[in-house]
T-cell receptor, first 113, second 114 residues
Framework: GAGVSQSPSNKVTEKGKDVELRCDPI?????LYWYRQSLGQGLEFLIY????????KSGLPSDRFSAERTGGSVSTLTIQRTQQEDSAVYLC???????????FGQGTRLTVV | KQEVTQIPAALSVPEGENLVLNCSFT??????LQWFRQDPGKGLTSLLL?????REQTSGRLNASLDKSSGRSTLYIAASQPGDSATYLC?????????????FGKGITLSVRP
């Protein structure tokens, strides 16, 4: 596609449920990042993929969070047993290589009620 | 640990003014620095990327400079317009190599008054 695509754009879930957020990077981009942006806060790094491997997953806040990337393309961020503090906008970005310009998707707004 | 600071957090200027947005970072061992724009409720739009070997980049009314040794970057906006109103974020990549994350500042929210 022309840009980074994220789905869904909005997700409302009940506390305790699991959610999956999807990111389709720009075709051919090997690097993929996940970030979280809470209301009034800066961008919080979650995980970085190069191809299908994740050399930096230091930002995942707890073991309830996991992410995978298959075929060097689509990535899924999974949050298990969601909590209210997980409510945020989850942003995905991709770049052609590790040192090249990063492009962001429009984000998934997650609300845990 | 890399830290990126953007001060002030908010700025209001009259239309037509030239302005400078500042960004500072603590670890000068960076691969590149990128400036983004974020409109309310939207994702980030890339404005300019400066590689560590470069001093500046220009795109239209925007000019970004990088002084790696002093840990500073500036985004210069010429002849500001109400449509420039948005939050501007800078991010640096590096410290541990090409596989390192982008570290963001908290952004500067710019309001350009007609």
């Amino acid at each position: 596609g022309a840009g980074v695509s994220q789905s869904p754009s909005n997700k409302v879930t009940e506390k305790g449920k699991d959610v999956e957020l999807r990111c389709d990077p720009i075709s051919g981009h090997t690097a993929l990042y996940w970030y979280r942006q809470s209301l009034g806060q800066g961008l919080e790094f979650l995980i970085y993929f190069q191809g299908n491997s994740a050399p930096d997953k230091s930002g995942l806040p707890s073991d309830r969070f996991s992410a995978e990337r298959t075929g060097g393309s689509v990535s899924t961020l999974t949050i298990q047993r969601t909590q209210q503090e997980d409510s945020a906008v989850y942003l995905c970005a991709s770049s052609l290589g590790g040192t090249i310009e990063a492009f962001f998707g429009q984000g998934t707004r997650l609300t845990v009620v | 640990k890399q830290e990126v600071t953007q001060i002030p957090a908010a700025l209001s200027v009259p239309e037509g003014e030239n302005l400078v947005l500042n960004c500072s970072f603590t670890d000068s061992a960076i691969y590149n620095l990128q400036w983004f724009r974020q409109d309310p409720g939207k994702g980030l739009t890339s404005l300019l990327l400066i590689q560590s070997s470069q001093r500046e980049q220009t795109s239209g009314r925007l000019n970004a400079s990088l002084d790696k040794s002093s840990g500073r970057s500036t985004l210069y906006i010429a002849a500001s317009q109400p449509g420039d109103s948005a939050t501007y974020l800078c991010a640096v990549k590096g410290g541990t190599g090409a596989n390192s994350k982008l570290t963001f500042g908290k952004g500067i929210t710019l309001s350009v008054r007609p």
